[in-house]
């Protein structure tokens, strides 16, 4: 018999516009695992912004900062960081843009700024206390993310300019920056390989446009009902929102629980 493998999103898909985590999907993930469909997480996060969530859903591998950090069964197994020259070039140009940062690597973040309101606003939204600070973090660790918080059409300006980067917006004052070309389809497909498994038998189940890739590559990608148009547009199948309990349904609807 064929290993399935479920690659779940986290905000908007496993957690729902509450940023909760519902008893009907726990226990929708946990009766998949018992029934030999392997679980993972594909996800924008950091992996320290969901330890809990791995521990509540036993889920021991997993996809972050959108591909750029690759764990499978607790051992990393494919890493690529921000390079550092031009994560300074950025950042010094930021600075006098008046557009703060955060860096992040695998256990932590720093702010280069304190009492920045786009900071706070931002990851207020995700439930998030404003991170220490520390400018020169990027110095002495890599770097698998960092955010840049603008307005608008700002970010176009950085986007044209740095080419080693890819600029992501997930919310009105921030985007994730990541190395060019990087993303989660990509740090699945390493995350397959060290699984032994096949790109055919993914279900992969997102809502954004870091999940368009993802959705797309996958044997069978699921767009949630609240996605956005263009992940919905590759997706081989929309299920409701996740409010109205849109993953569970969907692991119904595929089959993969009867």
């Known amino acids: 018999m064929t290993k399935k493998i479920a690659l779940f999103d986290i905000d908007g898909t496993l957690l729902n516009h509450s940023k909760e985590l ?28 969901y330890e809990d969530l791995r521990k509540t859903l036993g889920i ?22 921000l390079p550092k020259t031009q994560l300074e070039k950025l950042y010094l140009e ?17 702010a280069s700024d ?27 660790t890599e770097i698998y ?10 970010i176009e300006y950085y986007d044209k300019k740095y080419d080693s980067f890819d600029f992501i917006r ?10 060019a070309g990087g993303s989660k389809a ?5 995350l397959i390989e060290a699984a032994g498994l096949k790109m055919e038998d993914t279900y992969a189940f997102g809502d954004g446009l870091n999940d368009v890739e993802m959705i797309r590559e996958a044997g069978t990608g699921v767009a949630m009902g609240n996605a956005v148009e ?22 119904y609807d595929l089959k993969l629980l009867s």
């Open 94 to 110: 930021a600075e006098e843009n008046n557009h703060p940062m955060v860096f992040m690597n695998q256990s932590e973040m720093k």
């Open 114 to 140: 304190r009492e920045q309101v786009y900071i706070k606003e931002s990851l207020a939204s995700l439930h998030f206390e404003y991170p220490a600070i520390d400018a020169t973090f990027y110095h002495n």
């Open 22 to 49: 519902s008893q009907a999907t726990i226990e929708a993930v946990k009766s998949l695992q018992k029934s030999g469909v392997y679980c993972a997480i594909a996800t924008g996060r950091a992996p320290f912004m």
């Open 230 to 251: 263009e992940t919905k547009a590759v997706s081989d199948h929309i299920t409701t929102d996740v409010d109205d309990g849109g993953l569970v349904k969907a692991i």
């Open 170 to 179: 997930w919310h009105p004052y921030s985007c994730d920056v990541l190395p």
């Open 60 to 81: 021991n591998s997993f996809v972050s900062f959108n591909g750029q950090y690759v764990v499978f069964e607790g051992k990393p197994v494919y890493k690529n960081p």
């Open 145 to 154: 993310q960092s955010l840049l918080f603008c307005e608008g059409k700002e």
């Open 186 to 190: 990509k740090g699945i497909k390493k």
